[in-house]
């Protein structure tokens, strides 16, 4: 998920299936309402801080950047997967709503059971729960899945997020979306049947041991085909979940009320405890923070930490930490290279820059070690199978340039007095000073690095992630964070390293790296379900992305965030790296 997205478990991860789990404590724990009552600084990373049942109230969400998008099959940033996987989208899985590792697991949403696969792996049989309903009362019935699944291939008006099932479920149909589809109910997808209206059959060409994971996203929730209006849809998505949308202004305002056709019995993820919630949007990011400290708004959904200006303001007051959370996201803050823009179209380039990064410079603008991460030496977090902090080709670790050997690959790629290049970044205030940074470690070697700055909202969709803007506009360097679309290897990696993952808008694969070996690898890695394997090939992987010096990791991220002490049921979930927000509530 970058972040974009989307995801990323605290812990190396296996496919975890369970209907149940439990958390663990910190500080001064107490056993309430089943859970482990946790208090103090990071408490919500391994317990539940305030557990209660107290239902009303208003919640309220603040956020600088716009969302993405909230059409569940367009939105690709974890902060809008957790909001709508929260209060108004199901899927037939989820993960469970508890802290810790047992968060990861996957458990039934809409569907009756976690199923078992059929076939070695390419055949999965899903029944849905009786009374689940849209919000105008209709039932939600296996065809509805199957139309929301379509529309991920109509690449005319859901023109981003995840592509995985494409990939998956095309086999060759070369199937148009929806919105293209001659089949009278719109529904000529044929790796999906749906024989009568509480089943659901998936069919893969080949196996895949992550597929469950896609039956968690968003991207596969259900959509009415009488209510879908395309590219405005994200104006009124209809909701499966808790809530519905009351009003929506964009770039400003979101407001949900109870949903009176979710049912709390057929849902075992979500309590669902206040009657509004109120999403702020378009706030400068200092404001956020005064209003957090102020206790005015409840929790920022960016859930990428504070200022740095504000970090002091918590970290060397007692009575605010205690409300504080700085857990380890999952996320890697990165540096995307072209391979286009010349002359990172030469690989020598690319080291040069990879030498004379100051890792150091780059942690302290996000905020130390504390609040802003470990230094990164690969593209593979340490809360994923396959992560080896020993991968490191460029021997960064220590976080200090080495302009000698950065002049060395210099003159090997043929500019040994630097050269010109462009920088893009969000104009937000953190990722500015992050860009300041790398600006000022290329500038000690001779490459001036002109910032462009540009609006968070459109960022990874059309700024960098349009390959022919990233031409025109000459981005050599383009700053990025990642995190795992679903806690695996490949649910981290794939997407932003497999050519075949490139698209002409929302492209993840950023540098645009083409690598067949690094191809093939992905897809033996897909067919292997032996986790140990499957982690083996994934470190074979990391390591050629390191050597194509296409992608420069500074950061494993932590991000220091504020949590007003009237919220109830507070955890940090490892599936986003984030605070829970569909268990909140307020006291």
Not at 311 to 329: M, R, S
Not at 373 to 396: E, K, Q
Not at 421 to 438: C, P, Q, S, W
């Amino acid at each position: 998920m970058r972040r974009r997205a989307l995801v990323a478990g605290a812990a190396a991860a296996t496919l975890v299936l369970s209907a149940c789990g439990g958390g663990s404590s910190s500080d001064n724990s107490s056993k309430d309402n089943g859970q482990k009552a946790s208090s103090g600084y990071n408490a919500a990373v391994t317990g539940v801080v305030n557990p209660s049942d107290k239902k009303g109230g208003t919640l309220k969400l603040t956020i600088h950047d716009n969302p993405d998008s909230l059409d569940p099959q367009i939105a690709y940033y974890a902060s809008e997967w957790n909001l709508m996987k929260g209060f108004y989208v199901r899927t037939l899985l989820a993960n469970d709503a508890k802290p810790g590792a047992d968060g990861l697991k996957l458990v039934p949403d809409l569907a009756t059971e976690v199923p078992t696969p059929e076939d070695g792996g390419k055949k999965y049989t899903f029944h849905l729960k009786p009374g689940v309903k849209f919000e105008d009362g209709s039932p939600i019935t296996s065809k509805d899945i199957k139309y929301g699944i379509e529309r991920v291939f109509a690449l005319e008006v859901v023109n981003a997020g995840p592509k995985y099932l494409v990939d998956l479920l095309d086999q060759g149909q070369k199937y148009p979306g929806v919105y293209k589809d001659t089949d009278p109910d719109k529904l000529g997808l044929r790796s999906v049947q749906t024989p009568d209206d509480n089943t659901i059959v998936f069919t893969l060409a080949k196996a895949n041991s992550d597929f469950l994971y896609h039956m968690q996203m968003p991207v596969s929730s259900p959509v009415q085909k009488a209510k879908d209006t395309g590219s405005q849809y994200a104006n009124h998505p209809q909701s499966t979940g808790p809530y519905k949308f009351e009003s929506y202004d964009p770039g400003k305002k979101l407001t949900m009320v109870r949903n009176d056709q979710w049912d709390q019995r057929t849902d075992p993820v979500r309590k669902a405890l206040p009657d509004r919630v109120e999403v702020t949007y378009g706030t400068a990011v200092e404001e956020i923070d005064n209003q957090l400290l102020a206790e005015e708004v409840d929790l920022d959904i960016a859930q990428t930490g504070v200022q740095p200006g504000s970090q002091p303001k918590i970290l060397l007051n007692p009575e605010k930490k205690k409300n504080a959370d700085a857990p380890v996201t999952g996320f890697i803050r990165y540096v995307a290279i072209s391979t286009k823009v010349a002359p990172f179209d030469n690989v020598h380039c690319r080291k040069a820059v990879q030498y004379a990064l100051d890792k150091t410079a780059m942690q302290t603008a996000r905020g130390g070690a504390e609040a802003g991460g470990d230094i990164a030496t690969n593209m593979l977090p340490p809360t994923i199978n396959g992560h080896d902090d020993a991968d490191d080709v460029f021997n960064t670790k220590s976080g200090k340039p080495q302009v000698d050997k950065a002049k060395e690959e210099l003159a090997a790629c043929g500019h040994p007095n630097g050269f010109d290049t462009v920088i893009a970044t969000r104009n937000t205030g953190k990722e500015m000073k992050t860009a300041e940074a790398l600006q000022q470690s290329m500038s000690a070697i001779g490459i001036n690095a002109r910032i462009d700055p540009q609006d968070a909202a459109l960022y990874f969709r059309s700024i960098i992630g349009s390959p022919s803007n990233v031409h025109n506009k000459g981005y050599g360097l383009m700053l990025a964070g990642w995190g795992a679309d679903y806690p695996s290897p490949a649910g981290f990696l794939q997407v932003i390293v497999d050519s075949r993952a490139i698209s002409e808008s929302g492209n993840n694969n950023y540098a645009e790296l083409n690598d067949p070996a690094i191809d093939a690898l992905i897809d033996q890695a897909a067919a292997e379900p032996d986790q140990q394997k499957n982690a083996e090939l994934w470190k074979q992987i990391n390591k050629k992305v390191s050597e194509s010096a296409a992608y420069m990791p500074f950061t494993y991220d932590k991000a220091l965030n504020y949590r007003n002490p009237r919220l109830t049921n507070v955890y940090v979930t490892q599936y986003y790296g984030q605070v829970d927000f569909g268990n909140l509530g307020v006291s």
